[in-house]
Every structure is written in structure tokens, then in C-alpha cells.
């Protein structure tokens, strides 16, 4: 659905984006992670025809974006600071996307007003900041995009509102096989709802999979030795992080299961558990891995 190929951003003499290839699987939510200042923003800036790339290129449904108007007007993005008219109210707006949108749906523009219970004639500039993100969904979804880019949407919403929407996004996804492409650093809410994760960092994707797959691949081991010895796990392959909890090493290791399995038995542990990671704590340590300091953050 949504193809990004080889594509490098400069401002100025700054490197943004430095070739990066992501590919956004029609009907699928995928989550775009990295830590402040990593590219996320540009890029979602480059698929939604904002930016033009220094090199590379940029396709929805095999059709270029940057001025493609049948393109966007498939794409709705929520971004953390979105756009509305100063004096317009939340009916005016309305009419402004009706009039863009050649598939908004009046029928599911009413229907979602009636989840969100907020007056249409009240000016957007008047509400407040989680109100407005509600009206930014409210309208978007109403549009029936075929691709919703998300960019910290959720800023500003409670935990019941957000459960709310997110089962609105996750319920078009099933019912229309509409595409998110979602940026947020609430990795255990991007957890939730993915099918596909993309980490990048400086730049550059470092590496994007099915999130079972990514899970997967990054083992977390509690261990406790017979005799301690901070060396043992010296030559066991691909350790990303040892700490020490009392008796008990805390061991990251990505690999093959069996193969990591096979290691730890030589070390004839006392106790060994294997214990299932989160997104959070994959991502820190794949950041880990590349210099990222995460030696200040505790698992």
C-alpha cells in the first residue's frame, strides 16, 4: 500500500533521512518507533506529500504522492498539532472535508458524534486539547480514508477516550482494510494495536518485521549459576544486556531459541526462565545495541 524506496532528506547541510525503504501492507497498522529527533516526522512528512525527498521515492497503491491530488484524497493524517480554521466551528469544518473528501460519509459522520457528545456548532479554537484531538478524529474517520497517518494522536485524550478511538481505527481496519501508519512513544498502546513494527534511529531504519516476529527474535532469561561468576555469559553469542538482581542475571540475548537454549544449558544453571518481552523493552535494547544510551533505563 504505501512504498517508501531509498529515500534521503537533507535541511541544509543536515542528513534527515538517509535511505530509508519502508513498506505499509494494505489492511495492517504499523507502528514507526524511534527515539526523539530519529526521523519519524519527516517522513511521515515525505508520505504525506509535504516534503519532497532529496533522493528516493514515495508510492500509495503504486501511484506517486507529492502532488497527486486522487492520492491524497485517500490520505488523512492526525498529527500532535492539527490543522483546523481559527473561527471554524466544528460543522464548518465538517463541510470543508465533505467538500475534499469525496468519500467523507455523512451517515458515519453522525454516528460518531453521537460516541463523542460534543456540540457541532462550538468553535474547534475553543475546546479543549483533548476535545480537539476527538473532532480530529471524528472528521477523519467520517472522510473513510483508505490511509489514516497517525503522528502522537492520542495526546490529550483520556484513557477511557483513547480506548474509544483506537477501537473506532482498529474496527475500519477490519471492516474496510483501511492502512495506519502510526508514530507514537506510548509503545505499550502501539502494542496493542500493531501488526508491523518499524524502528529507525539517526536516520536510518534499523529494522522492520511483523511484531510477533520482532518479539520474537529478542529472548529475555532469568538465571541463576551455581556459582556466581559476572563472566559467564562472556561467550554465550548475541548478548545484548546483562544486569544482576541479587542472585538472579537478567540476560537479553536475539538469536534462535533453540540455539540460545542449547548455551544456557552449558552454563548448567541452577534456575533458567525464559520471559516474554515487550515492545518497550525491545526497542531499548535494539537502541542499546547501536550506541543508544540506555544504560540509565531500567527494566
Known amino acids: 500500500m504505501i512504498k517508501v524506496c531509498g529515500v534521503t532528506k537533507y535541511f541544509d547541510d543536515f542528513k534527515v533521512i538517509d535511505d530509508i525503504s519502508m513498506h505499509v501492507r494494505k489492511g495492517t497498522i ?32 503504486g501511484q506517486p504522492v507529492f502532488e497527486n ?3 491524497k484524497q485517500r490520505v488523512l493524517n492526525i498529527s500532535d498539532d492539527w490543522f483546523y480554521y481559527s473561527t471554524f466551528t466544528i460543522r464548518d469544518m465538517a463541510k470543508f472535508y465533505r467538500s475534499i473528501y469525496p ?11 453521537e460516541v463523542f457528545h460534543i456540540n457541532e456548532k462550538r468553535q474547534i ?18 472522510a473513510m480514508p483508505d490511509v489514516l497517518i497517525l503522528d502522537e494522536p492520542l495526546d490529550g485524550l483520556d484513557p477511557v477516550m483513547r480506548k474509544q478511538v483506537l477501537g473506532m481505527v482498529i474496527a475500519d481496519v477490519a471492516d474496510r482494510e483501511m492502512t495506519v501508519l502510526v508514530s507514537s512513544h506510548n509503545l505499550r498502546e502501539l502494542e ?6 518499524g524502528i529507525i534511529h539517526e536516520g536510518r ?58 548455551q544456557i544449558r552449558d552454563l548448567a544453571p541452577t534456575l533458567c526462565e525464559c520471559v516474554s518481552l515487550t515492545l518497550e523493552e525491545v ?4 537502541l542499546g545495541g547501536l550506541g543508544y544510551d540506555c544504560k540509565n533505563i531500567l527494566i
Open 30 to 61: 504499523y507502528g514507526l518507533v524511534g527515539p526523539n529527533g530519529a526521523g519519524k516526522t519527516t517522513i511521515i512528512n515525505h508520505i504525506n506529500g509535504v516534503l519532497t525527498p532529496k533522493c528516493g521515492e514515495i508510492f500509495i497503491d
Open 69 to 71: 491530488e486522487s492520492v
Open 103 to 113: 468519500n467523507f460519509s455523512t451517515e458515519r459522520y453522525k454516528a460518531i458524534g
Open 125 to 142: 479554537r475553543k475546546l479543549s486539547k483533548g476535545m480537539k484531538k476527538q473532532v480530529a478524529f471524528w472528521l477523519s474517520l467520517s
Open 192 to 197: 496493542d494495536i500493531c501488526d508491523w513494527v
Open 205 to 262: 531504519m534499523i529494522l522492520e518485521k511483523p511484531l510477533d516476529d520482532l518479539k520474537g527474535n529478542v529472548h529475555k532469561y532469568q538465571i541463576v549459576l551455581e556459582h556466581e561468576n559476572d563472566d559467564a555469559f562472556a561467550n554465550v553469542e548475541n548478548v545484548l544486556h546483562v544486569s544482576k538482581t541479587g542472585s538472579v542475571y537478567n540476560v537479553i540475548i536475539r538469536g534462535d531459541a533453540e540455539k540460545i537454549d542449547a
Open 283 to 286: 526497542f531499548i535494547y535494539e
